[in-house]
């Protein structure tokens, strides 16, 4: 198969398999995600399909993100591991890799970045130069939900953020006043926050929690459905439009009101909160001393722990879960997995603090983005498991467990001598 033909057979499977309603903006240099509007999990079932469809292996080690940005870079990505294509279609690719590589935008795919409660709230503490990393320490394991039924969920309404709300206040005395009402209707609660808007100081920061999927305007497009998220809004010049910020995926801008009202209304979503600015605080060696050791989980890693667990729940027969449902089931991998980003921030805090060698961060940050990206790839083994009904696949998941495992044992272990190396010169005692 050619250039041309894997450019089809992508074409055909967007078309026929997964009915996408976006194909008037494909072209071969058209991205993935702005333009076709495919999250991270979409490209992976686009890839699974062409695999089973086309015959293709694709291993492992060759799902990366650089890969997936486009239809040219997926075309020629495709056609690199193909061994259907002789020399001549090998120039064919390389001769489109060539004229592609100069049209095409250098951007980077990303669907998600770390936790967008963490994210809101950081904003202020950015802007005053206080240092926000050590907030991130709760969030590499930041609190998820498996479901009854066996489902992995980032997002449910028992989690609260009680305990991010906590810290905050005691780690940068920024008190987070919840101004959301459960008890009160939602038109109640839209009318709190537009007065809030109206009244509240300069330095004041309202947020709120809004179902993304309810604003397809947004230039970063998701196909999750609810997509409970948390943005900062303020007003505008004009009352039927609201300013924006969504410093999760670093966007602003001015949206209708009413668009903005509808995305809070809907019955998927309910959380808002407001802090002021003015009193915040470099947090003290002390707390964050004691947010480190109140957070951090040395021996258990409760991402692996949870999916390992769906999975052999799936692939029992004496209950009443299929396997074809393990996709869904585990569809919201890659939004938790980006949490274990936020490692990076408490290797950069604890290494600027004790000087320690850049090559050595550089490193670790290396060992993170690994840890990620291999949840891809777990992800797209589980998606074959369920489509294919292979039970023998779920060998190969159990094995990149195990080495998730392993990783993120030796993420935990440096960096917790870290932060032990730290305390000890912080705390020294003075001569």
């Given amino acids: 198969m050619n250039y041309q033909q894997t450019v089809e057979a992508i074409k055909n499977v967007l078309q026929e398999s997964m009915k996408s309603p976006h194909l008037a903006s494909f072209h071969e240099q058209a991205r993935l995600n702005e333009d076709l509007y495919l999250d991270s999990v979409q490209v992976l079932q686009l890839m699974l399909h062409l695999e089973l469809d086309l015959g293709l292996k694709i291993p492992d080690d060759n799902i990366a993100k650089q890969d997936y940005e486009t239809v040219a870079s997926l075309a020629r990505f495709l056609g690199r591991i193909s061994d259907s294509h002789d020399g001549e279609h090998e120039a064919a690719y390389q001769s489109n890799e060539v004229a592609s590589a100069s049209t095409a935008q250098e951007e980077e795919f990303e669907d998600v970045k770390v936790h967008c409660f963490v994210s809101c709230v950081c904003e202020p503490l950015k802007r005053a130069g206080i240092d926000h990393r050590p907030f991130y320490f709760d969030v590499w394991d930041a609190e998820f939900t498996v479901t009854d039924n066996y489902q992995l969920c980032y997002h449910s309404d028992d989690i609260d953020h009680q305990g991010f709300r906590f810290w905050y206040k005691k780690l940068f005395g920024g008190e987070l006043v919840a101004w959301y009402d459960p008890d009160k209707s939602k038109q109640q609660n839209l009318d709190t926050m537009m007065s809030l808007l109206a009244t509240k100081p300069e330095s004041t920061s309202l947020m709120v929690m809004l179902d993304m999927h309810h604003l397809p305007e947004r230039e970063n497009k998701f196909s999750q459905n609810p997509f409970p998220h948390y943005v900062l809004l303020k007003q505008t010049e004009h009352p039927d439009t609201l300013y924006m910020s969504d410093p999760d995926f670093r966007w602003e801008g001015e949206l209708a009101t009413e668009r903005v009202a509808n995305a809070i209304a809907q019955p998927t979503v309910a959380g808002g909160y407001y802090f002021d600015e003015q009193h915040l605080h470099p ?26 667990e769906i999975l052999s729940c799936h692939l029992q027969d004496d209950n009443d879960l299929a396997l074809k449902d393990l996709s869904l089931a585990l569809r919201e991998i890659r939004v938790i997995a980006v949490r274990k980003y936020a490692y990076e921030h408490g290797f950069a805090f604890f290494w600027r603090a004790l000087g320690l060698p850049d090559d050595d961060f550089e490193h670790w940050c290396d060992v993170i983005e690994d840890l990620v990206e291999t949840y891809s790839k777990v992800q797209y083994q589980v998606m074959k498991l369920a489509q294919t009904q292979d039970t023998a696949l779920a060998t190969g998941i159990f094995a990149l467990l195990d080495k998730q495992e392993a990783t993120e044992n030796r993420i935990k272990r440096r960096l917790q001598e870290a932060y032990i190396d730290w305390c000890e010169f912080t705390f020294a005692p003075v001569c």
């Fill in 283 to 308: 947090a003290s060696d002390e707390a964050v001393k004691a947010y480190f050791d109140a957070c951090f989980i040395p021996d258990r890693n409760p991402l692996p722990e949870a999916i390992r």
